[in-house]
């Protein structure tokens, strides 16, 4: 090191999970309108994407979410902010594609799991997956499922890399159109 130089820092931010409490909904809602959209099929038309984040995902919704004990939500941060947001639902599935693929009980289902774009490559899906794997297990659950869009490649992938394999499939209705969803499951222990 030259004389007058300081040594450079050295220290890169590391992403972290928490458990969203109360005051996240608005934080989530932001989140949740960002990154929904990205996982729709391209030929998914906008209004009903927005109609879909109006109903399902603003902050008064995940305020409901928050408030529900059958729902644990996990923000990832990356240094200091927002990075991505995951759901878990402990309760049966009512779907019966899903009650019929998902043999494994109890089961937990992880119903949203998204990464903020200017995050990917981070690493924040993988220690996002990792507490969510953790918060599923710690409950109790034999397994932990999901539905993901079957033309969403690059979730296929990441699912597929953390050990969810695809045992059938099931329908999600966005706006007027149905879209074809993989149910994948990860077994979290012997039934």
Not at 70 to 93: N, S, V, W
Request: charged residues 25%; hydrophobic residues 45%.
């Amino acid at each position: 090191m030259k004389s007058g130089e300081s040594p450079s820092n050295s220290f890169t931010p590391e992403p972290t999970v928490r458990r969203a409490g109360a005051a996240d909904a608005a934080v989530l809602h932001e989140v949740a309108a960002t990154t929904f959209p990205l996982a729709c099929p391209p030929d998914s038309k906008s209004e009903d994407i927005e109609a879909f984040i109006a109903a399902h995902l603003t902050a008064d919704a995940f305020a409901r979410y928050l408030a529900d004990p059958a729902r644990t939500l996990l923000i990832a941060e990356f240094a200091g902010e927002p990075a991505g947001y995951a759901m878990l639902i402990a309760e049966e599935p009512h779907d019966p594609d899903v009650m019929a693929a998902v043999i494994r009980r109890p089961t937990v289902e992880l119903s949203k799991f998204y990464v903020m774009p200017g995050q990917h490559g981070r690493g924040v899906a993988q220690v996002l997956m990792t507490a969510t794997v953790g918060e599923a297990a710690h409950s109790g659950a034999a397994s932990l499922w999901l539905g993901v869009n079957n033309q969403n490649e690059r979730a296929n992938r990441f699912y597929e890399k953390s050990g969810f394999v695809t045992v059938g499939t099931k329908r999600f209705r966005l706006g007027e159109r149905w879209e074809s969803d993989f149910v994948r499951e990860l077994v979290l222990a012997d039934s």
